[in-house]
């Protein structure tokens, strides 16, 4: 009854050597990137050498093909030493796999050799000033004229934006709402592609966030990822994965954050003895692990039904990226809480993690939205 639960000999295998990376290459160097806004991008370039920039791109385009459980515990390990870092390849997997599991052959030749490399790196382009949670209300307009599109609108909140090569980027052709909307792959030095400020953020410094501006832009028409008006299913489709993703990034650091308060409870002492000898706390830390184990479980069971295109994907997707980062979060809260005075401190990596996972509860669709996806299927049984 229990190998059901269990991970494979090599799922463990790939689990252990995504930790092996991320000790050697992030751990170490992380709280200088946050410090210092630093966007490592050669380490990212290396993550690309183990097959990390192409976790779930089929093996015919360069990827290595597996499944979102295999993605989810590889952005696990490498949120254990940075969430921002680990998050940002989670991203550019996304946009990767929506033009290998989507785009016509030119369009896969083109762009997916660099891609899987990471010589080139891309971007997903949804969110606009005025859409967020209401994404099928974006304005971003692509006209057909003659073998190219003219683009013209305005994207926020894009990571990697000003300093990714690629946008894939979700566009109106068509009506208003989700059945006008298309895909379309834009290139950072196409004439009339600009960006807006590094945005000033909370957390997540390790990666440029940014406006990208499209102004009479021209893009290729065998730059379509899909059909006409398929681009909205195609984005939620990608979303799917992203949440589980960006879900996974939760447990990794809050995961980091539980060994880091069980090791300084043990250390730190008051009133005569180890603070990790006193009830309250020992409670402290049995919630905070069980509450994680519940997150992954219900994580990795939704990774197994995005892989096996499972009809309830979608809401398993949603009901697991809801309680990973709200999980994620509240262990975090609790692990500055324990850690005391010295958890609000940059000397320890508690509160860095604290402001790196407050933003997942937000993106891939807010928790709120979450709760309304898992709502509408559940009302429609």
Not at 49 to 57: H, K, N, Q, S, T
């Amino acid at each position: 009854m229990t190998d059901q639960f269990d991970l494979t000999d090599d799922q463990r295998e790939i689990q252990e050597l995504a930790r092996r990376f991320t000790a050697d290459r992030i751990t170490p160097f992380a709280a200088e990137w946050d410090e210092k806004h630093i966007f490592p991008r050669d380490t990212i370039k290396a993550a690309a050498e183990l097959g990390f920039a192409a976790i779930y791109v089929s093996e015919e385009s360069g990827g290595i093909n597996l499944g979102r459980l295999e993605a989810a515990l590889i952005m696990e390990a490498m949120a254990y030493g940075c969430p921002s870092t680990s998050a940002f390849i989670s991203i550019h997997n996304m946009a990767s796999w929506m033009i290998d599991r989507f785009g016509a052959q030119g369009v896969k030749h083109k762009y997916l050799p660099s891609l899987v490399t990471m010589d080139r790196i891309a971007s997903y382009c949804l969110t606009e000033p005025g859409s967020g949670s209401d994404a099928a209300a974006l304005k971003t307009r692509a006209v057909r004229d003659g073998d190219h599109y003219v683009v013209n609108g305005t994207k926020q909140f894009i990571s990697g934006g000003g300093e990714n090569e690629v946008y894939v980027t979700m566009v109106r052709t068509g009506e208003d709402g989700p059945k006008g909307i298309s895909c379309l792959v834009i290139e950072k030095d196409m004439p009339g592609v600009s960006f807006g400020a590094n945005e000033r953020k909370l957390g997540w410094h390790s990666q440029p966030t940014a406006q990208v501006v499209f102004e009479d832009v021209h893009v290729p028409v065998d730059n379509l990822v899909g059909g006409e008006g398929e681009g909205f299913r195609i984005a939620m489709m990608g979303l799917d994965g992203g949440r589980l993703n960006i879900g996974a990034c939760s447990l990794g650091g809050a995961q980091r954050c539980l060994d880091e308060s069980i090791g300084y409870t043990k250390d730190r002492k008051q009133f005569g003895k180890a603070i990790g000898d006193f009830q309250n706390t020992q409670f402290m830390l049995a919630d905070m692990a069980t509450d994680l184990e519940a997150a992954r479980a219900l994580l990795y069971m939704a990774a197994a039904k995005v892989t096996a295109n499972a009809p309830d994907k979608t809401k398993f997707a949603a009901m697991a990226k809801r309680l990973s980062t709200d999980t994620g979060s509240l262990v975090a809260d609790r692990a500055l809480q324990l850690h005391g005075g010295y958890g609000y401190l940059m000397d320890y990596p508690i509160e860095r993690f604290w402001r790196d996972l407050r933003v997942h509860s937000i993106l891939e669709g807010t928790n709120q939205v979450m709760r309304m996806i898992i709502g509408r299927e559940l009302t429609r049984q």
